[in-house]
């Protein structure tokens, strides 16, 4: 499209990422919806075309690797989805699969769910929940093949939102920066404490892409402990 930069396909091929049909136009009525929405209220900092496609769209789809044990008719959910990230783009380039939104804030759930209608994307769910509160829903709790999350916080605190969510043998996929590794020494006891099991830390970028983001993917092995998700505002303030 006109308005797709010209580097958009050359670096998704270098990625791998084959989009569906339509992908790429999706993808681009997408971000401009989100670029116009953010002209009202923050959706995000960035506001040039161009470092957005890069910083939001290409970047959340280097959790596809992620998502490829997936069948058609899995689930997954993006917690703290604010304006649709990583959620969004996984979904247009996975449609198979069922990808809940979950936000709390009103004006971005609305957002999210003009964006659900207008793309259109048919087996998307938002839901404007805290994830303290729906991790403790039975209709949600250990529900998901895997949740993903993208800037909302450190992984210890992360853990404690997302892996209560996930269904024994499902997984946690955080996108992570620099401080991946901290982060996860860090996060020993929550690891533990929640029923995760084995780490895999891989690159989400490969060589000649300047860029150190990286994909954390935590395996549940075991039920998590009734107690957790504590109450709203506790994760944030005491991690485990």
């Known amino acids: ?3 797709t930069p010209e ?10 990422i084959n989009l569906p049909p339509g992908g790429l136009e999706a993808l681009t009525t997408y971000l401009a919806m989100l670029l116009e929405a953010n002209k ?10 161009e470092v957005a496609w890069r910083r939001h769209i290409i970047d959340s789809l280097t959790a596809l690797p992620g998502l490829d044990h997936l069948s058609a008719g899995d689930s997954v959910i993006d917690v703290g989805s604010g304006g649709g990230l990583p ?6 380039t ?15 759930a609305a957002f999210l769910k003009k964006c659900k209608e207008k793309i259109p994307l048919p087996k998307v769910t938002v839901i404007q929940e805290r994830a303290e509160i729906l991790g403790q829903d039975r209709n949600h709790r250990q529900q998901y093949n895997v949740a ?27 996108m992570k920066g620099p401080k991946a590794e ?25 060589e000649g892409f300047d860029r150190n983001t990286v994909i954390v993917m935590v395996a549940k092995e075991r039920p998590t402990p009734k107690a957790y998700p504590r109450r709203p505002g506790v994760p944030r303030q005491m991690p485990l």
Do not use: W
């Open 1 to 3: 499209m006109s308005n």
């Open 7 to 16: 580097f958009v396909p050359h670096e998704l091929v270098n990625l791998g």
């Open 40 to 49: 009202q209220f923050n959706l995000t900092a960035i506001r040039e075309p």
């Open 87 to 92: 959620g969004i783009p996984l979904s247009i």
């Open 94 to 108: 996975r449609s198979d699969l069922q990808i809940t939104l979950l936000e709390s804030t009103g004006k971005k």
């Open 148 to 174: 993903v999350c993208r800037a909302i916080g450190p992984l210890r605190e992360i853990l404690e939102y997302t892996l209560p969510l996930v269904k024994v043998g499902g997984a946690v996929l955080a």
């Open 182 to 206: 901290q982060e996860l020494r860090d996060a020993g006891d929550a690891i533990d404490v929640l029923g995760g099991g084995e780490i895999r830390v891989f690159d989400a970028y490969p």
